[in-house]
Nanobody, 120 residues
Framework: VQLQASGGGLVQAGGSLRLSCAASGRTFGMDALGWFRQAPGKEREFVAAISQYGTITQYADSVKGRFTISRDNAKKMVYLQMNSLKPEDTALYYC??????????????WGQGTQVTVSS
């Protein structure tokens, strides 16, 4: 599965953004998918993941209650709705296929990501 993230931008603290991830490939509906992010000078970290049919979601503690992951298998899309954004959410966001307990193990290539910048 090839994945391309988009939808990032500049937003004020407290604002919202919705990231999209477009997929190509025949196995899209068979894969769990996740969002990760990497801030300048920091390691890449897990943000959220969703099971292949969307029945199970996982979130990092830092985004619980603010971010929502969803998917539309018919459209081969994954989304990350981000509300109540904070400056510490500023990062390059990536979508990627995931596996393992809690769907936190990324597999495949990272792609270019989409930049989210939250101003205070």
């Amino acid at each position: 599965v090839q994945l391309q993230a988009s939808g990032g931008g500049l937003v004020q603290a407290g604002g919202s953004l919705r990231l999209s991830c477009a997929a190509s490939g025949r196995t899209f509906g068979m894969d769990a998918l996740g969002w990760f992010r990497q801030a300048p000078g920091k390691e890449r970290e897990f943000v959220a993941a969703i099971s292949q049919y969307g029945t199970i979601t996982q979130y990092a503690d830092s985004v619980k209650g603010r971010f929502t992951i969803s998917r539309d298998n018919a459209k081969k899309m994954v989304y990350l709705q981000m509300n109540s954004l904070k400056p510490e959410d500023t990062a390059l966001y990536y979508c990627i296929t995931v596996r393992g307990s809690g769907y936190r193990e990324p597999i495949g290539s990272w792609g270019q990501g989409t930049q989210v910048t939250v101003s205070s």
